[in-house]
Structures are given as structure tokens and as C-alpha cells.
């Protein structure tokens, strides 16, 4: 494993916890934002399809890929309305920490990754982390009254429905062993039809949405560096790496968005990044 090859398996973190602050910087609210994010994704998908990076003749990928990339955009466009209701600083760490927590216990009972004590013990360390971290990056300042909680709470609910396409995305390849890189294509597809789903009883227009493209792009060759490093450096380390996405969307939010926060909440937010990191690679080395 060469000092180049971490650097490239850092790119994914460094281009997906982009998408979100390139979404709220450009603007158009959560409608636009997927469905110019997801058609982004079909650009990228339609450029492999055109290097010949897409095969028709396995149905159980086709359907596979079409189904998790429809349900990432489910994940990615719920997402998007919590970012519109509490922000990007706040959102980002609790979704991660959400999606993480929703795919180990997925994979850990249905798909059986937990075999050893050592596994079961050191997932539940994880757990205990995540939880945790999302705590504390969920911290009030300290003068913030009552007036918000309707919002947070609405951004909760928001969030749980996020995480379950998350996890479907995620886990959907390993229940019918489909191979990602197989499956591109066909996931942006997926993706692009399950924007138009979200966003079609919504007002849109198409400057907003064609600015949104530029997320989309991003978000996919941030997923090609992801199946780029995971030979040279590993599954558990590129994907632990990966989740290093959190601190570029929730600093992105605060310094690049300007979104306040208080002495306690940066605090907060510090450790829980800190304590979701953590967790992250625990998980990725359990896999």
C-alpha cells in the first residue's frame, strides 16, 4: 500500500462530503437538488456506458442496480429536506452516524458479518460510539429556546426515513451478490428515475436543477475513486476512509455555509466526529 494510493482512497470522502455543501451553495431547495443531483449521476453513468463499462445481459444486476440507485436517491432527497430544515452541520454527522448504525446491525443479522465474539464485542463498542457521537452532535447552544424543537424533530423523523434508503442502497448488493462496479450504470438510472419520483408533485425549474448537476458529477466520480482504491488499499480501509466525508460537509456547513454555532455545540460536534470516526473504522475492519 503506497502513500498515493491513501491519498486517492481519501478522495471519495473528500468529493462526497462535498455534494452537500455544492447542493445548499447553489441553491434551489430539496426538489431541485435531487433531481439535478441524480441526473448529475446519469450523466457520469451514460459517459460508462458509452466506454462500454455497462453489460445487459445479467437481469439480476440490471434490477439490482435500478433498485439501489432509486433507493439512493430516496436516502440522498430526504437528506436534502433535513439539510433544509436544520442545516448541513447538524444533519450530516446524525445522518452518517444513522446510516452507519442501520447498515452494520443489517449486515451483522441478516447477513451474518458478526461470526466471532471478538466481532460481536468490538460491533457493540461501535454502536456505543455512534450513538454516542450522534448525541453530542446534536447538542443546543446553550440560549436556543424551545421554538426550534418542532423542526428538529420533524428533521428526526426526515432523517430515519433517509437512513432506511441508505441502508437499502447499501446492503441490497450483498443480499443478491451484485458487484457495485457492475452495477454503475444502471444505479444512475435508478437514481435518476427516483429523483423525478421525489421531486415530480414539486415545483421545479431547470436553471436550478441544471446547477444541481455539477453535485451529481461530483458525487459519482467520488464513487469511482471509491472502487478505484478499494483493491490497492482494501474494502474495510477505503471504506473507513471514505466516511471521513462527515468532516468536510459538517466544517464545509460551519465555515464555508457560515452556519452558527456556539462554544459547547463545536465541542459537540468535534467529538462526535471524533467518536463517529472511530466507530467507522472499528466497523470497516470488521468487515
Known amino acids: 500500500m503506497q502513500f498515493v ?16 455543501l455544492i447542493n445548499v451553495f447553489v441553491g434551489g431547495g430539496p426538489y431541485n437538488q435531487i433531481r439535478g443531483t441524480t441526473l448529475g449521476a446519469l450523466i457520469v453513468g ?41 442545516g448541513v452541520s447538524k444533519t450530516m454527522p446524525i ?11 443489517f449486515s451483522a443479522i441478516f447477513l451474518g458479518e458478526w461470526s466471532t465474539g471478538v466481532q460481536v464485542t468490538m460491533g457493540i463498542i461501535a454502536m456505543i460510539l455512534l450513538v454516542t457521537g450522534i ?37 441490497i448488493g450483498d443480499i443478491f451478490g451484485v458487484s457495485g462496479t457492475d452495477a454503475l450504470f444502471f444505479q444512475s438510472v435508478g437514481m435518476a428515475i427516483g429523483g423525478f419520483l421525489l421531486s415530480m408533485k414539486h415545483e421545479t425549474n431547470i436553471k436550478s436543477t441544471a446547477l444541481n448537476l455539477i453535485p451529481g458529477v461530483v458525487w459519482a466520480i467520488g464513487n469511482l475513486f471509491m472502487f478505484y482504491s ?21 466544517l464545509g456547513g460551519i465555515f464555508l455555509l457560515g452556519e452558527k454555532k456556539d462554544k459547547r455545540q463545536m465541542v459537540g460536534i468535534w467529538s462526535g466526529i471524533v467518536l463517529i470516526i472511530v466507530a467507522a473504522f472499528i466497523l470497516g475492519n470488521l468487515k
Open 5 to 20: 494510493d491513501i491519498l486517492i482512497a481519501l478522495l471519495p470522502a473528500l468529493f462526497w462530503g462535498s455534494v452537500v
Open 46 to 86: 451514460i459517459v460508462l456506458l458509452l466506454m462500454g463499462r455497462a453489460e445487459f445481459d445479467n437481469l439480476t444486476v440490471i434490477i439490482v442496480g435500478l433498485i439501489s440507485g432509486a433507493l439512493w436517491a430516496f436516502g440522498q432527497g430526504n437528506q436534502l429536506r433535513s439539510i433544509n430544515l436544520i
Open 95 to 105: 445522518s452518517t452516524g444513522m446510516q452507519l448504525v442501520g447498515t452494520t446491525l
Open 135 to 171: 448525541a453530542l452532535t446534536s447538542l443546543r447552544a446553550k440560549n436556543e429556546g424551545t421554538s426550534n424543537d418542532p423542526e428538529f424533530k420533524k428533521a428526526m423523523l426526515i432523517l430515519i426515513i433517509s437512513t432506511v434508503g441508505y441502508v437499502g442502497y447499501v446492503v
Open 230 to 250: 478499494q483493491p490497492k488499499v482494501g474494502v474495510a480501509t477505503s471504506f473507513s476512509l471514505s466516511q471521513l466525508l462527515v468532516i468536510v460537509s459538517t
